[in-house]
């Protein structure tokens, strides 16, 4: 898809990791909240959550929007702390790392998750799979050196 690509490319510029986190989460916010939870600007072109997750520092609900990895077969999410490979993790994965209680608006939908930090073969095996899912990850890990931060997204029991 010729769309897609474009965006993929677009995507991978530095000019759009300076720009993209102050426009697009702003956007995702308001469409979201206009629609009452049905429509998520970004995920037209990529799954996407509204996370709330609590706080590192403040104990605060934030509420974040992200793009995400469904695992439709093990009824988890995966959640990529990108940054748009911008230096720095992104304030939501130290929020996770701190607490990791949080609920998700997965297509209108709230769902109480608890979020799981990836690591070693497990982490591996899910950043294979996110790079074929969205190639342009990998230009985000090697303009930071930082290890990218996985996380893996599980509903709780009601």
């Known amino acids: 898809m010729i769309g897609v690509r474009m965006v993929q490319k677009v995507s991978s510029t530095r000019g759009f990791a300076r720009v993209a986190p102050h426009v697009v989460p702003a956007l995702d916010r ?3 909240r206009l ?3 049905r429509v998520l600007l970004s995920a037209r072109l990529l ?3 509204i996370l709330t997750s609590t706080g590192a520092r403040s104990g605060l609900p934030r509420r974040t ?3 995400c990895m469904p695992e439709p077969e093990k009824g988890t999410w ?3 702390g990108s940054n748009f490979g911008r230096p720095g993790h992104p304030a939501w994965t130290a929020n996770l790392l701190a ?3 949080a609920e998700i608006n997965w297509k209108g939908a709230d769902i109480p998750v608890t979020a799981r930090l990836l690591r070693g073969e497990e982490r591996a095996a899910v950043w294979r799979a996110a ?3 969205w190639p342009p990850y990998a230009t985000y890990q090697a303009r930071v050196e930082r290890e990218i931060r996985l996380f893996r997204l599980v509903p709780r029991d009601s």
């Open 47 to 49: 799954p996407g959550v």
């Open 78 to 80: 995966i959640l990529v």
């Open 99 to 101: 607490r990791p209680d």
């Open 35 to 37: 629609t009452r939870g």
């Open 30 to 32: 308001a469409v979201h």
């Open 65 to 67: 929007p992200l793009a």
């Open 131 to 133: 790079l074929a899912f």
